[in-house]
């Protein structure tokens, strides 16, 4: 079920892509924090290609990511609270989209 969820989510992501050449954001991520988060321009919370570029060169920006999504709060980014967890990201999610986050270019 996880594996089709994630292919219907590539082949979505590459017909976006393919029009307007950008990365798509996971299901999970548009699940529990596309209310907030784009990947590519600010909504509530920083745009993620922002955050990359934060943590650039950074061999920990994985975990350190990952930490601060799970613990929420302010980042330094001075737009607000991130409630811990999104909305109810699992700790796999977590793992999972601060990967993506730190790998964005
Ligand atoms: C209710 C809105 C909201 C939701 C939902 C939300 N965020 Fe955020 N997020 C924010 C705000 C606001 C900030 C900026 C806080 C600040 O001003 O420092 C932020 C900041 C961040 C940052 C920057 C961290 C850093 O170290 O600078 C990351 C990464 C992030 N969010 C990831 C996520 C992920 C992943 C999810 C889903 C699991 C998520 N957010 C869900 C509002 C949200």
Do not use: Q, R
Not at 36 to 58: L, Q, R
């Amino acid at each position: 079920m996880k594996s089709i969820i994630a292919s219907i989510a590539v082949a979505a992501g590459l017909m976006i892509a393919g029009s307007a050449m950008a990365v798509d954001m996971p299901a999970n991520g548009k699940a529990k924090c596309g209310a907030c988060h784009a990947v590519d321009k600010k909504v509530v919370g920083p745009a993620w290609t922002e955050v990359a570029k934060k943590y650039a060169g950074d061999k920990d920006a994985e975990s350190k990511i990952a930490a601060n999504v799970t613990k929420g709060g302010a980042f330094g980014w001075k737009m607000g609270n991130m409630p811990p967890k999104g909305m109810g990201a699992s700790d796999a999610d977590i793992k999972e989209l601060s990967k993506f986050i730190a790998g964005l270019k």
